[in-house]
């Protein structure tokens, strides 16, 4: 059961938004910052950990489109975690690559921040760190 208040709710649902936007504006260094500073993204199979491997695996990531869907957000204190679906249509050739994030956060001071995020693709076969190409 989660003891968050409305206004804890709605501050994550922007925080996840504002992952999206960032992200796909090619803002970098404003998606870096919604981590809090040990913060980690899984995706792939691999673990970035920190802001200086946050901000690569950013870099290196290929553009497109954050499409994101609902949220079941668990607040218990200045902790929570968040399960969110995601569309993400790939620049150029608009591969869809359907998935769920995975999110451990946590308050700093009146924001809250990614501590853990991790991605996982939906597949024909169940959930999976890498998405399936199309063939």
Avoid: K
Avoid at 41 to 48: A, H, I, N
Avoid at 77 to 84: C, H, I, L, P, Q
Avoid at 87 to 108: E, I, M, Q, S
């Amino acid at each position: 059961m989660s003891d968050g208040n409305p206004t804890d709710h709605a501050a994550i649902r922007e925080l996840i938004a504002g992952y999206a936007l960032a992200l796909d504006a090619r803002d970098i260094d404003a998606c870096v910052q919604l981590f809090t500073a040990d913060g980690e993204f899984l995706v792939y199979g691999r673990s970035f950990s920190g802001p200086e491997a946050v901000r690569q695996m950013f870099a290196d990531s290929p553009h497109g489109l954050h499409l994101t869907g609902v949220s079941r957000i668990d607040v218990r204190g200045d902790t929570a975690t968040a399960r969110s679906q995601v569309l993400f249509v790939r620049a150029g050739d608009l591969v869809l690559r359907p998935a769920l994030y995975d999110d451990d956060l946590t308050r700093d001071g009146q924001r809250w921040r990614f501590r853990r995020r991790r991605c996982q693709f939906i597949t024909s076969h169940g959930l999976s760190d890498s998405p399936e190409e199309a063939s």
